[in-house]
């Protein structure tokens, strides 16, 4: 069983940078991919940014050029460096793994939030 902590969240104003971590408990080598998520209050949960365990990444379109995901297997972390941020990026973020890499998210953080504000 993996737990996975995020931390980093804050308040911030637009055209800022914040940097996400999500520390593991257990060793992260054995899932497939890591991401982060937010979900914006009355909104679905939707993926940010996603990186496999050799390293390829994907990212939503609305983040892309702003958000950068990296991957730690050695120190059991993932960070998120999100520049330029907009009003719109303000969300609770959510750290997620999954293990075989087929869309099902085995393990979840309790989230951090971020707020940018105008």
């Known amino acids: 069983q993996v737990q996975l902590v995020e931390s980093g969240g804050g308040l911030v104003q637009a055209g800022g940078s914040l940097r996400l971590s999500c520390r593991a408990s257990?060793?992260?080598?054995?899932?497939?991919?890591m991401g982060w998520y937010r979900q914006a209050l009355g909104k679905q949960r939707e993926l940010v940014a996603a990186?496999?365990?050799?390293?390829?990444?994907n990212y939503a379109d609305s983040v892309k050029g702003r958000f950068t995901i990296s991957r730690d297997n050695v120190k059991k972390m993932v960070s998120l460096q999100m520049n330029s941020l907009k009003p719109e990026d303000t969300a609770v973020y959510y750290c997620?793994?999954?293990?075989?890499?087929?869309?099902?998210?085995?393990?979840w953080g309790q989230g951090t939030q971020v707020t940018v504000s105008s």
């Open positions: 997620g793994g999954d293990v075989a890499g087929r869309g099902k998210i085995d393990y």
């Open positions: 257990g060793s992260i080598f054995s899932i497939t991919v």
């Open positions: 990186i496999t365990s050799g390293g390829s990444t």
